[in-house]
């Protein structure tokens, strides 16, 4: 349903050319004329009407304003599908009761670190590890990534742990090697509309993880979930991890608020990433408590051996023991809102 | 004219009792069934129904959203008013063909200094002096003005240079004493939601210079101009000087596409405030120009004959020379986009 | 101590100059020659520089910037006192292990509906009544408060249940007539830097609630606690309330991790209230449970007995026994996080 | 050159530990001692130290803070390279006197259409033509563009008319086609961060048009650049489009400011897009007027001969015949700032 707001002065004639404009596209217009605005509402299947037409009426003379009731994105939404989607990856159920961590370091270094690190995170209770072979940095000097190397490592610490892995994808042209080793892509916040990017992952078989872009809006980041699904991928994980505002206290504000909002308008799980969000060591724990308290479905949490010694992001990163300790926190808080972790 | 669209389960009860409603408060319901919406037209004066009524009716059972179409501010509206209002004061007209520049120190700090900088902005094409005499400063520990003493040595400057005095009133308490020596009251850009202070100058029979909240949209900002005409005083000039974004190369991001959507929104001038938003001295001339060139009313600059020893904004201040030297250049692009400087 | 950063060609007799200036303020200067800049350590007691001093280093020839090290703020630091502050009210403690609420409409309506919603958040365990007299609308044409009547039923409703109350002052002309009935004063998001009001709040014997503005950083809203605490009163309760971000799909975006932050910069109390942040009464719950796993002091939650009648802001307001569920399921969270409600 | 704050109680044993980490590297530590903190300046050649040496020191016990002094890109800087870069395509001086117009549709729909605009912008004075041939859209059910084919209508137009090509590259897996085609290779918005795109661009010898990303700080922006350049290619233009930020009555907000402080930072050319930072036709003169006052090398523009029926951004296009009448009108502006258009 449409609806197009006309000028204060708009003619009768200019009514008709809309009228006629609908009727050609097998809709029909309900006038309503106000004392100060005429407004018509379009009858019919208007799910069809692309961007193109909809801009093209809002130019025809006399027109002020076309307002777009139905929402952009069609897959993702909870009217398109009313119960929650849980995706299960090597006997883990993500959006199910049970609250998925996700840890490791935010990038992989080498295979002894990680193995230390992995293990050690499973035995504090997190189901996924991840760990970044390719990585974004905003810094042409810094430390880029292992690439297929650190794929490997982290294909070893699953055969070892058992967890499965989660680590990002960032060109297409890497598709084929992160799918030969990853559980689940990540797509990261800069790549949010990367349309390329995600209409590849669309036509995967691997869960994605789509992180919310830098100043996305939430209608957007469901926009990006959409392209990906509309290839035929429904196994869309949404990861909040902080919008940019003009606060600089914290790296980027965390929207927890997003957590509520899109448990009402998609039926996609969403998971939390404090430690990205905050930027911050002190900030992390606080912040992972609230997000699991705020009905979050998961938590993606940066941790490493060595903090100090880190090539990316160590600033952030919890050490194994402040994980454990967190996990023991987290469980009284996820019992709280009716979940396990 | 609102528009209410209804939850995709609404019942039929639900639809009849909104009808009701609005039958009650004399307007009529247009139902329009689409296939996936139901929406309804309301018809009649709807610029009566107060915001809490459109709160309850949001809040109806089956009620999914409630949208206005006609802006919430009436009297600074240009459908309202069609023409461009001038205000004139001492024989110089802000809103016509002329672009007013008001010129000066941001604080009032003592008799000769002022009377240099006005002497000289004067002599460089200035059309008002401006000049706080009461300081919304960011710390108690600041410089705080000099208060009425300040505005004495204004009106002295007034009295022998002819130019007319702009100062701001911070609270309710000094508006007798700025009436009695102020041409223009400006209200500061923190105070714009200060909505007893905007009554008080909307009792009053001077100009306003109202400054955008720096993160205040448009329509608040209109908002606040209305606060002031509802109370019967319709001279407001608009001024804007940056907003907060997350920008830090510049102290505020000036908001220079303002200018544009005001000229359609509204019927009062609007003025530019370059040295606040940039809060630097190499940016001011450049966004003094582009302020022009995008067609402001009229200009606002701080300048200081000694900026390092400048109490309160010294880095954003120009020195006379410098003010002469824009003033020059100002005058091509003010011609060529048809007005005078 | 502060850091002056000279441009990379500063001359030796541009460097004199500051050092001149600095000993004229009895301070000294620590000269570091880098290889691609020379940078001034200020030596001494630079609290006492003030701003404008700052600024005048900053214009000097050959100064390329001025870096301060120490916090703008002191009376409200933690560097300046560092264990937390408690404030007492009628029994009641804010800032210690209890978890406080309040809780109550957005504006006192009548008699008959305060006392009604007083009792039942009481009895369902809420420890303050709020509620305003004097309402900061963004339309004149909405209502504006009941006044001195509307403080007269909450100082009734206190007298009847024993809660105190919390109501906020706009116009520093009202703080007589606030002081006789209020226990805490509550200065709203929109007037965070209406200094005259912080400086007349900071003379008075009450705590005082602050809220953060709409676009103010921590560190503004500390500046805005110090100017307060300037005048004597040190009971200053900060209250987080959404900040302003390009998000639409909540009113603003509640930034949960500024409690941390709070946490680490200041003593004083925090709270949050999630009612006006999120703006959509199905946010509200998930939000509040979220900022008491963060570390929040308090709350403040909008309650009202018919949400669809309330004259400001029924959208976001609890009914009375949603508002008793939430209690209920706050218990266990602020056990988890080791604190009571 | 980079200065360590310790921590107000750091001890002597961590002043050494931070001291002798330095001297391991080949730098001296220039220690100051203040009344409230100890600072330590690095001297010697820190632009060495890494991203992840700079975070390890800042994890150190007794570290409060680490602040860089020089600024993280180095080709790019104007330190670096003081003189304008200029850049010449088929004969058009891109940073020189002349102000560069590239025009054209936002996507390329057919051969006729974008031959008779490019026919008409050229009459008008423009000087590149512009178009779409993979368009990054928000919805993957809106027009992706017509790859290869729309690339050969642009070689067509180059061809006829003399006007060079720019055109976008959203995959590196189309950099080979784009390069047989474009003179001028564009990175979007939404790609300003993809790192690999960047790099790619870097080693191919056409000059590249960087569009700021829709959340980026100009630093950010500047460090994009700087991983183009740091791949070989140093001929970037960088292009202001507007930002993301709170205000809702245009697209974006065109930040004009970038301009001038953008020629304080850098060397390189700086156009601005105000087409798609308005969003809305009735703005775009102004803000073409206002971002060549502020300085601007250049202005992309949209024009499209038919907006109503264009398959992309039409509400922001300018028809020809407005276009015609915008250049004539620039043509003073430019003269007052010393250009040419």
Same mark, same amino acid.
């Given at each position: 349903m449409d609806i197009i707001v006309l000028k204060p002065g708009a003619t009768e004639e200019e009514l008709k050319r809309i009228v006629k404009k609908l009727e050609h596209r097998g809709l029909k217009a309900n006038i309503s004329k106000g004392t100060e605005r005429t407004i018509v509402g379009v009858i019919g299947d208007? %799910?069809?009407?692309?961007e193109e037409e909809e801009n093209a009426i809002r130019l025809m003379p006399g027109v002020e304003d076309v307002m777009r009731?139905?929402?952009?994105?069609?897959?993702?939404?909870r009217d398109f599908k009313s119960e929650d989607t849980t995706i299960d990856v090597m006997g883990q159920t993500i959006g199910g009761k049970k609250i998925q961590v996700i840890a490791g370091?935010?990038?992989? $270094?080498n295979k002894t670190m990680l193995m230390g690190i992995a293990e050690k995170v499973k035995d504090a209770g997190a189901t996924f590890i991840r760990g970044g072979a390719f990585k974004p940095r905003t810094s042409p000097y810094s430390f880029q990534g292992l690439g297929e190397e650190g794929l490997k490592y982290l294909a070893d610490v699953r055969e070892k742990t058992g967890l499965p892995v989660v680590t990002e994808l960032m060109d297409p042209r890497d598709i084929e090697v992160i799918l030969k080793y990853a559980d689940i892509i990540q797509i990261g916040a800069r790549n949010m509309q990367n349309f390329r990017l995600l209409l590849e992952v669309g036509a995967c078989n691997k869960p994605i993880l789509l992180k919310r872009g830098l100043s996305a809006t939430i209608k957007e980041w469901l926009m990006a979930a959409e392209y990906i699904m509309s290839k035929g991928n429904q196994n869309v994980i949404l990861c909040e991890r902080g919008i940019r505002t003009f606060e600089t206290a914290t790296r980027n504000t965390l929207d927890l608020s997003a957590v509520p909002v899109l448990k009402q308008l998609t039926h996609l799980p969403v998971i939390v990433d404090p430690s990205h969000a905050v930027g911050k060591l002190a900030y992390v724990a606080p912040m992972a408590k609230a997000a699991v308290a705020a009905g979050a479905d998961g938590l993606l949490i940066e941790v490493h051996t060595n903090p100090e010694e880190a090539? %990316?992001?160590? $600033?952030?990163s919890l050490k194994p023991d402040e994980f454990k300790k967190l996990m023991k926190e987290l469980k009284p808080i996820a019992a709280a809102v009716g979940r396990e972790i």
């Open positions: 208007t %799910s069809k009407i692309t009731i139905l929402k952009p994105y069609k897959l993702a939404s370091p935010c990038a992989v $270094e090539l %990316s992001d160590g $600033e952030q």
